[in-house]
């Protein structure tokens, strides 16, 4: 007698945001959700999620919460969305080096690393992969290139992995939302304020009122956007979508830069970004 089991899931920073609200919607649909978290979450998880203090950039840490996680599932993960990620904005001259590199470390080699950890057990269940991107990637804005660049990368990570597990049987689907009412607002206005507290009288002088100009819309624009849990059910339906998408934006900001990149020349939308700043 075959005796039926519930699909197990996978999802990064899941303890705020828009990973909290992705790994309930899943438990609620009957999911059993790993997830992970930085530091011991504020809010209980929801019932079915299980989460685990892992950073993602670190390998061993990765390999170690894959292998408990294998115990407890049977070595099957039917779904794996790579949610987690920083930001870092600011003006590239200012930004110092390494700022950049650990956003490249958190949003383009750690979903690589925790990919690549669950990979026996995804292709155990033939299972998917959603890649949480951002519509930046296809849009950089001034400001934000340090995200924007690591979506980039991991966006063209993921399209190679795409072909590479198609004989395996493993979905990979890239998800490009826009702004998102997730609790970021807040976060990312501290960090603006942060930056631009740290501004010498030189660099103050260069770039403080485009800086406060890309501030002000950029927190605006977040705290106006699309409300996290119903990101996280348009993310969960994309995921399940079949046949499996390859890229889906979400998002009525991120569908009106798709559009206009595609009816824009490259002039025009330099233009855009400019006005932006």
């Keep these: 007698m075959n005796v039926s089991r519930s699909k197990t899931a996978v999802v990064t920073g899941a303890a705020s945001g828009l990973g ?71 003006p590239l001259e200012v930004l110092p080096l390494d700022e950049i590199r650990r956003e490249f470390e958190v949003n383009t080699f750690a979903p690589l690393t925790v990919i690549n950890a669950f990979l026996p057990q995804l292709r155990e269940s033939r299972g998917r992969i959603v890649q949480i991107s951002s519509i930046s990637a296809v849009f950089p804005m001034p400001f934000n290139a340090p995200s924007a660049a690591s979506k980039v990368a991991a966006e063209a990570l993921m399209t190679a992995y795409r072909a590479e597990l198609h004989s395996f049987g493993i979905d990979v689907t890239i998800v490009q939302p826009g702004s998102m009412l997730t609790g970021g607002p807040a976060k990312s206005a501290a960090l603006v304020s942060k930056l631009s507290e740290a501004f010498t009288p030189e660099q103050r002088a260069l770039y403080g009122d485009q800086f406060a100009k890309f501030a002000a819309e950029f927190t605006s624009g977040q705290a106006a956007g699309m409300p996290s849990e119903v990101a996280a059910a348009q993310v969960i339906e994309i995921a399940e979508q079949q046949p499996a998408a390859s890229i889906a934006t979400i998002g009525d900001d991120a569908a009106r830069i798709a559009h206009a990149i595609r009816n824009s020349t490259p002039e025009q939308l330099d233009a855009m970004r400019v006005s932006l700043i």
Excluded at 49 to 57: A, G, K, M, P
Excluded at 73 to 86: M, P, T, W, Y
């Design 20 to 90: 909290r609200d992705i790994a309930a919607g899943l438990a609620a649909k009957g999911h059993t959700v790993y997830g992970t978290e930085l530091s011991d979450a504020a809010i209980p998880a929801a019932p079915g999620v299980h989460l685990e203090r892992v950073d993602i950039s670190d390998a061993g840490a990765v390999r170690a919460w894959a292998a408990g996680v294998a115990e407890k599932s049977a070595g099957r993960v039917d779904l794996l969305i790579s949610n987690a990620g920083i930001l870092t904005p600011g």
